[in-house]
């Protein structure tokens, strides 16, 4: 391995929850009279939280973004995730070989809530690799693109960021692997994946079953 430890993302790298998480999103959106299409919708606010975009909301809604709201879409999100997940094609097979390889240095580390985090490994069956080693970037001071989260990952698994590497699939978790001063690899499964590569990924891949071999 060229690696001591992998890094993962989640959402888009684990599990193919984007269209889920921002299904719900664009139709709640919609319910306060913010109208748009999935793909809008997934193009504003894939690699972001909801609350990243807590002002642009608020315009276009001309509502708050209460604590009531947010507590409405992480129940119905959840509950779409639950019924409708699905695992990354070939993920299972290249973290299996990844946890073996690193006598078990690979960490999840994630945007989103722990909850959702936890709760997604475990419906598709990928939770038992990642057992004390799942970091949220709401427990830290900040969330991605800083690179907090990654660099509590990595101090946790004891190795220095620069000898881990991170599996990423936005420019904003990209912007936090490097600025830990790992070397990013960037999962792009559709289009060329030129923007990831020009914003300083190591090198773009399309399918899961391929990353070990180009981390060893």
């Known amino acids: 391995m060229k690696f001591d430890a992998v890094l993962f993302d989640c959402d888009g790298v684990l599990v193919d929850s984007e269209a889920i998480t921002n299904g719900v999103l664009r139709d709640m959106l919609d319910e306060r009279g913010w109208s748009m299409t999935l793909k809008q919708c997934m193009d504003l606010f894939v690699g972001n939280t909801v609350t990243d975009k807590r002002s642009e909301i608020e315009a276009r809604t001309g509502l708050p973004l209460s604590a009531d709201w947010l507590l409405e ?17 070939n993920i299972h097979q290249a973290v299996k070989a990844l946890h073996l390889a690193t006598a078990g240095r690979i960490a999840c580390a994630s945007g989103a809530d722990r909850f959702k985090v936890e709760m997604m490994l475990t419906q598709v069956g990928l939770a038992e690799y990642f057992v004390g080693n799942i970091f949220s970037g709401h427990e830290m001071a900040r969330s991605k693109p800083h690179p907090d989260v990654y660099l ?17 699939d936005t ?3 990209l912007a936090a692997g490097l600025a ?6 960037a999962y792009v499964p559709q289009g060329d994946g030129r923007e990831l590569l020009e914003a300083g990924a190591t090198q773009v891949f399309a399918d899961m079953a391929a990353l070990p071999g180009l981390l060893r």
């Open 171 to 173: 420019l904003t978790g």
């Open 152 to 168: 509590a990952a990595a101090a946790h698994l004891g190795v220095d960021p620069s000898r881990c590497a991170v599996v990423e």
């Open 180 to 185: 830990a001063g790992a070397t990013v690899f």
């Open 73 to 89: 879409f992480r129940e119905r999100r959840n509950a779409a995730l639950v019924a409708d997940i699905q695992v990354i094609p």
